[in-house]
């Protein structure tokens, strides 16, 4: 595909950078820093490794899949932009290696988690669930929800579950979760 989502800028409505809350996260090395554009191959390889599962399941060639990646990963950008224009878009790094990234929206009565993802050798490793935590106590210090869609049949359903998120809607393939610390 020619046309490539443009990387959003991480800031927040009023143009400047505001960065979750670490704790938990913080005495694992892990810090944030804005998405930039040369952050695309990091970000498409990441994309790509949530849906490595779907991918074996099809007889495409190499090349089959990397053009659907992109496209995936282009038209997913596009639709988060266009429904979160305030969102922060973060490059989760620990000890400045990019491991991840967190996209998120501060609204008035809850924190929505567009989406969080970690390399694959780091998912079930104690990184999420820190993240996790740290958001759940700075939307809890707003007096606030944190809410989330996830697949279904993700693996970190349980992680979720673990942490106290409950379904409040089911979107198809996807449960809309959510979680109060009022």
């Known amino acids: 595909m020619n046309e490539q ?3 959003p800028p991480a800031l927040g409505p009023d143009g400047a950078a505001e960065w979750p809350q670490l ?3 913080a005495a694992l090395g892990i810090s944030f820093r804005a998405v930039r554009q040369q952050d695309r191959p ?3 390889d990441l994309y790509r490794s949530t849906r490595e599962g ?3 399941r099809t007889p495409w060639v190499e090349a089959q899949k990397q053009a659907f990646i992109a496209m995936q990963f282009d038209a997913q950008h596009r639709h988060y932009q266009e429904h979160y224009p305030a969102a922060l878009w973060l490059v989760v790094l620990q000890r400045d290696a990019a491991i991840g990234r967190l996209y998120l929206e501060r609204w008035s009565k809850e924190h929505r988690i567009i989406d969080i993802a970690l390399l694959p050798q780091l998912r079930g490793s104690g990184i ?8 759940m106590a700075e ?7 944190v809410s989330i869609h996830v697949e279904k049949e993700n693996p970190a359903m349980t992680l979720y579950r673990r942490l106290g ?15 109060s610390g009022a």
């Open 165 to 179: 998120f409950t379904k409040q809607e089911d979107k198809g393939v996807y449960d809309l979760l959510s979680w």
């Open 139 to 145: 939307a809890a210090s707003a007096k606030k929800s």
């Open 128 to 135: 999420g669930g820190a993240l996790l935590r740290d958001l």
């Open 42 to 44: 990091f970000l498409v």
């Open 54 to 56: 779907e991918l074996d």
């Open 23 to 25: 704790g938990h996260a």
């Open 5 to 7: 989502a443009a990387m």
